[in-house]
């Protein structure tokens, strides 16, 4: 039975991977690096320090480290400031997400920056409703990677001994995500996937494996993750 549920970050709570990408067209433009769509979409999984070096080793220029803090700090700064204004969150994922946190635990695994996520989150009122969060700053390997989701059950298996209850398999465990990286990387965790088309369409979901694509989390209730992915027929 699923007893937790962990979501990813960009493009499963917040739409920001157009953002995302035009932060780094800015701030790459001013080191004189040029990004394309197909650059950006293909390191999806990537943290912002792997996807910086990507783009130098794409364009064969060295990268020291202050080259590389400047870049990084840049592009938080423009990615903040494109968020100005009303947050772009996407259609029913602040009800769904605080339905699930009612009779289960909730995480939030990403590869973006913990800064970001926190102004995101305080900004959406949702920073109380996560039990924990794994970001950039956590991580010893990208997505498709599993050692993320591997923290992320970590963190929360501590959590639950420290008040005493009982720890959690991975496969209690449900991820929701929006990339092939992100799905790869939670079945290699041992973990059940809910893949939502925000980014990618859904073949390239299922063929990552994901138990289950859907196009929005607004059709989503703990009463519909129990029907799909508890009962015997959401384990045919």
Not at 174 to 203: F, Q
Request: negative net charge; glycine residues 8%; charged residues 25%.
């Amino acid at each position: 039975m699923i007893q937790a549920v962990f979501f990813d970050f960009n493009g499963v709570i917040v739409d920001d991977e157009p953002l995302q990408m035009n932060a780094y067209r800015e701030v790459l433009g001013r080191e004189g690096l040029t990004l394309t769509e197909e650059d950006y979409y293909g390191s999806l999984g990537m943290d912002d320090v792997t996807f910086i070096r990507a783009a130098y080793g794409r364009a064969e220029r060295e990268l020291d480290e202050e080259t590389l803090a400047r870049v990084l700090d840049g592009k938080t700064a423009a990615h903040r400031r494109l968020l100005e204004g009303e947050l772009p969150l996407f259609p029913g994922v602040v009800t769904f997400i605080k339905a699930m946190s009612r009779g289960h635990s909730v995480g939030l695994v990403s590869m973006a920056r913990r800064t970001e996520i926190d102004h995101v989150l305080e900004r959406a009122g949702l920073a109380d409703y996560f039990n924990v969060v794994v970001s950039a700053e956590d991580a010893t390997a990208c997505k498709p990677d599993p050692s993320c989701y591997n923290n992320g059950l970590e963190f929360l298996n501590r959590r639950r001994g420290e008040a005493q209850i009982i720890p959690l398999r991975p496969d209690e465990c449900l991820v929701v995500e929006d990339s092939p990286p992100g799905i790869l990387s939670a079945r290699a965790a041992g973990m059940r996937t809910l893949g939502v088309t925000n980014t990618v369409p859904e073949k390239a979901l299922r063929e990552a494996g994901a138990d289950s694509v859907t196009r929005s989390l607004a059709d989503w209730t703990p009463d519909a993750v129990h029907h799909v992915f508890d009962t015997e027929w959401g384990r045919s």
